[in-house]
């Protein structure tokens, strides 16, 4: 199956924020059932902002979006909370991996 | 009253995911369903994650009905049906519309529904300590368990902002979406199963399709 390149990142982005209009809402979600590629798009760009807001990467209104429209449930509370987890984990392999280079 | 899962509905489904790809494909019987079922388990996620973006808190229990509904309706209406998965779109869309009244509905209940709703209305989270040391213990193990290679690969990723992680692509030979799309996407999923794997939960944090008969 080939990747919809008429689906920009953009509109998926403000799916997850929860900002595009329920016509075009409606549109890219009968896109995705149709279309693998764009759904596993969907998944990974999800991944991305998580990982993107617990490093503070997020733009102001993207945080302020994100804080107001997807970190709204228990359960994508949990996957932020995770995601902070990893960012710990990785970073204390970043310093190990320093210290044992200086040994 | 018990409802009975119409599982000649379910062969009506699984054909109709199977032709949507396996047009013009040679391949044996078993092959063929194992695709079909894969396509099944690939749409139950499609809408388990459609209910959940729509705000439907119980939503994989939602996702079944769905596929319960759709199965029923198939040995009728399948002459009728342009596109499954358009159709099967539609089919949680209704459900979605119902359990979001039905949330708003316990909402408005007196207190002690609210603080003590019924189990099969609740969403249930994992009881899990969130960043306790155990956790992070857990989660050190997995990302040990990573080869260096990938290691390396997500700390300078996570770490790095938009230009620095167009450079790690183009050291790799690939392009920036392949490196998010195969290598760190994958890494994640690599993460993700061994994780719940080691706090002993159902993969993928217990995402279950419709359990049917082979």
Not at chain 1, 6 to 26: H, P
Not at chain 2, 84 to 104: D, K, N, P, T, W
Request: hydrophobic share 30%; net charge negative.
């Amino acid at each position: 199956m080939k990747e919809n390149p008429m689906v920009k990142n953009e509109i998926i982005k403000q799916y997850l924020l929860n900002t595009l209009s329920e016509k075009d809402r409606i549109g890219f979600e009968i896109q995705y059932f149709e279309d693998d590629d764009l759904f596993q798009r969907l998944q990974m760009m999800e991944e991305e902002l998580i990982t993107d807001y617990v490093n503070d990467r997020l733009t102001a209104s993207d945080r302020r979006l994100f804080e107001e429209h997807y970190s709204v449930t228990p359960e994508r509370r949990q996957r932020i909370e995770t995601a902070r987890n990893w960012k710990i984990v990785i970073s204390d392999s970043r310093l190990e991996q320093v210290t044992d280079s200086h040994r | 009253m018990t409802r009975e899962f119409n599982s000649h509905g379910f062969e009506i489904l699984l054909n109709q995911l199977g032709e949507a790809v396996e047009s013009g494909s040679r391949f044996d019987g078993e092959v063929l369903r194992e695709r079909a079922l894969e396509r099944y388990r690939l749409l139950w996620s499609k809408i388990d994650y459609f209910l959940e973006r729509r705000g439907c808190r119980d939503h994989e229990d939602g996702a079944d009905e769905t596929i319960f509904r759709v199965t029923s309706l198939l040995p009728q209406e399948r002459e009728k049906i342009n596109s499954i998965h358009a159709f099967c779109l539609g089919v949680a869309r209704l459900v979605s519309y119902e359990y979001l009244r039905m949330q708003a509905r316990i909402e408005q209940m007196p207190d002690d529904y609210i603080t003590n709703p019924p189990p099969h209305l609740t969403t249930y989270i994992a009881d899990e300590p969130a960043r306790s040391e155990e956790m992070l213990e857990y989660m050190r193990d997995c990302f040990g368990k990573l080869s260096l290679e990938d290691q390396e690969l997500i700390r300078r990723y996570v770490g790095s902002g938009r230009d620095e992680r167009q450079k790690m692509a183009e050291e790799l030979g690939i392009s920036l979406k392949a490196l998010q799309e195969r290598r760190i996407f994958s890494i994640r999923k690599c993460l993700r199963r061994s994780l719940d794997e080691r706090l002993g939960r159902c993969p993928e944090t217990s995402k279950r399709p419709l359990c049917f008969s082979q």
